[in-house]
Each structure stands twice: as C-alpha cells, then as structure tokens.
C-alpha cells in the first residue's frame, strides 16, 4: 500500500509516519519508483505498537527505539528479548529518570537502605530475578522517595503490593501462552505491560474512591 | 529559617525553590526584611512533597499545582478531597494525555465499546464510583488501546487486575488509618498514590521475569 492508505488504516498523519521513518522507529518503505514507497501489513503493526507506546504508555521516543531494538533482536530466547524489552520500559529508569539518582555524588543512606529492603523483599518472595536490575533499582528508588518524605511506613505495604504484582503477572502470562501465536508473542508482552500499568493505575484510583467513601465521607479535613 | 537552610535540609537548590514560589507551587517566606524571608517547617513539608510528585509521580507542574490547590480545599470532606485530588494524578488524563481522545471530532466506536466493558466492570465489582471520572475514562482509553492494537483479548485480566487493585487499595486504606494523623492524610495519600503507582510498576515487572524464566527460558523467537 502507498504512504497515504497506511495513514488512513492507523489513523496516523503522513508527516509524523515519516518522521517515525527518519527517527528509525519505522523501517522505510519498499521503494517501486524514484519518489513513491510501497508499506505492508508488517509496517501497519509497528505503527500501530509504536502508537500503543506512545500514547498509553507515555513513553519517550527514545525509548521506544530501544524497545524495539530488543523487540527485533534476532534468535535470542523469548525470556531474554522480554527482559531486555521490560528493562526499557521501567516508568521513570534511564536517562530524566530521578528514580534512584545519585548524580550529586554522595552516597545515598535512603538509597542503600531501600536497596536492602529490596533485596530482602525478593528473597522472601523467591524470586529469580536480579536484584540490581532497572526495575529493582526503580522499585529501590520509589522506597527512598518515600523515607525522603517521612512516610517511611508506607513501605510496609510491600508485601500486599508483591502479591498483588504476582497475582497480576499470572493474569498477564496466562492470556499470552493461551492467546498469542509465537509470532506476536513479543509485541503481545511489550504493549500489555505498558498498557496494563496504564489499566493497573486507574483501577487503582477505582478502588480507592471506592474504599474512602466507606472510610472517609463523614471525616472533614482542615476545620 | 533562611532560603539556603530550606535549600540543604531538602536538597533542592536555592533557583529552584525560587521557580517552584513563582509558579504558585510553594506559599513565598515571610519578608523579615526587604530583601529576605523566612520559611518554615510548612515549607519544607510541602517542598518534599512537590518533589515526590515530580521525580516519582512524573507529573509536570501544572499537574502539581491542580492537586496542591485540592489538597488546600478548606472545609471537604476528607472523601472529596481524595477524589479531586485522585482525579487530577490519573496517568495520562489532561491536556497532553491521549489516552481517551476524542479530538479529531470524529464518534470512536473503540472508546465506546471500552466504556461499555468499564461501566460493566464497576458493576461487577460492585463499586460506589462514577463510571465517567478520569479514572474511569483512563481505563477506557487504555483497553481501546489495546482494541486498536488488534490485542482486544487482553481485556480478558481486567477482573484479576480489578482483584488485584482491590487488595491494593485495602492495604493503602490500612496504612491510612493505622499510621496517618489527620493533618497529614492528604498529603499522605497524594504520596501514597503516585509513589505506589511506581512501585507496583516495578513489581509487576519483577514478577514477570520471575514467570517469564519458567515460562520462556527455552522458547527462541525470530528462528
């Protein structure tokens, strides 16, 4: 299909289709004459991902480019391209990210002391995971952020939030060995964790407007 | 206390302070003389929780200046209070988000399905919530997403991510009301939402390299 029929099929102008190509996001089209490029179903898919991350999971285009670099990285084992895709998409990891930032040099005793917490928390769940990997280190950060603001106690929480995380993570990985052809079992895993930390958050926000009109309707606050 | 001791008890730089009082975020010190002003432990309480909403919430200081202005409300309800502040820290809701935009003028039949799912769900659940908040809305525009995407399928977790998101706002209401002086409990939950958000990102990741080594570890992709 020409440029025009795969912005109309995604619903994403002409321009920004080639600033994608030019930002490397979208492999160029097919060329079948000097000035006009031919796309396929493979070019609608990456647009439509591409989308998916941007806008629903807010992500960077930078970031996205890495994303897909993990995606398209050749005869690796699913879990290690998963990995190398989830390690891309930590809200708040990599550059701009203030998660765990020790720029100013001084060592961090909030930092050491959450990085700690996190390592007990995931030898107490058993986890086989790394405990110095970006999403280790951002969960170390969210903890420090904490004690910084003196709710130090909130991190008693952990435990519930782990076993909800699981809870969720069997959701995620039950729909995708049911549901996804080996194919797209990549792209199926990069959108439904950004998408569903997207859909996690406003269910949350559901929850509590739920819980605090038992709790909390007749409480006033600064009288 | 001086502009400079606010500046090394909090970390943050003395322009920086003077950007967040021009910006309406932070009340001004009190002018002890012409040319200096005074700030107090206020100030630094509500400092640190400026800064936990941008470095780990990520909301961008127009977003903070809407959820600082309910947390100030004089006179709600505690209940109220939450709602508007929770409506204004949904992820991707408000100028800039995309999540469930409509703005090209045109009906979306994906967004209109997706309300449907959503207005199904609170009814499942059984939540006292109203089915069109920014929450709500979020939610919605995040499963049209995944519609748009061709992964419709994976509206399939939203009752285990709803479980889930039910136990998680039972253990943040627990900590509300074990730990949380009344004077504290906006700004308390204000931290608690955005910070958790990040830390249930995080875990949900960790969890899923956790499932993926079991799961994955011997499946190759792209041979």
Not at 144 to 153: H, K, N, T, Y
Not at 200 to 217: C, G, P, T
Request: hydrophobic share 45%; with cysteine.
């Amino acid at each position: 299909m020409r440029i025009g029929e795969l912005s109309r099929r995604t619903g994403v102008p002409v321009p920004t289709i080639k600033y994608y190509v030019r930002e490397g996001l979208l492999p160029a089209g097919e060329l079948t004459s000097p000035n006009q490029a031919s796309y396929g179903v493979a070019h609608e898919r990456r647009l439509r991902l591409i989308r998916a991350l941007l806008d629903v999971g807010g992500l960077s285009v930078a970031a996205i480019r890495e994303v897909l670099s993990a995606v398209d990285a050749p005869g690796e084992s699913v879990h290690k391209v998963l990995g190398a895709a989830a390690d891309r998409m930590v809200p708040g990891y990599g550059p701009g990210g203030t998660g765990a930032d020790e720029s100013e040099g001084e060592p961090d005793a909030e930092l050491e002391a959450a990085r700690e917490d996190v390592r007990e928390l995931i030898a107490r769940r058993g986890w086989d995971v790394d405990d110095r990997c970006p999403a280790a280190e951002a969960l170390a950060g969210a903890v420090a952020a904490l004690d910084r603001v003196g709710q130090s106690g909130y991190a008693e929480v952990l435990d519930a939030f782990a076993e909800a995380a699981e809870k969720v993570a069997q959701a995620d990985i039950a729909y995708v060995k049911r549901r996804v052809a080996l194919d797209d079992l990549v792209e199926s895993v990069v959108i439904g964790t950004v998408v569903g930390d997207a859909m996690f958050a406003a269910l949350r926000r559901l929850a509590h407007v739920d819980a605090s009109a038992r709790e909390f309707a007749h409480i006033r606050t600064h009288d």
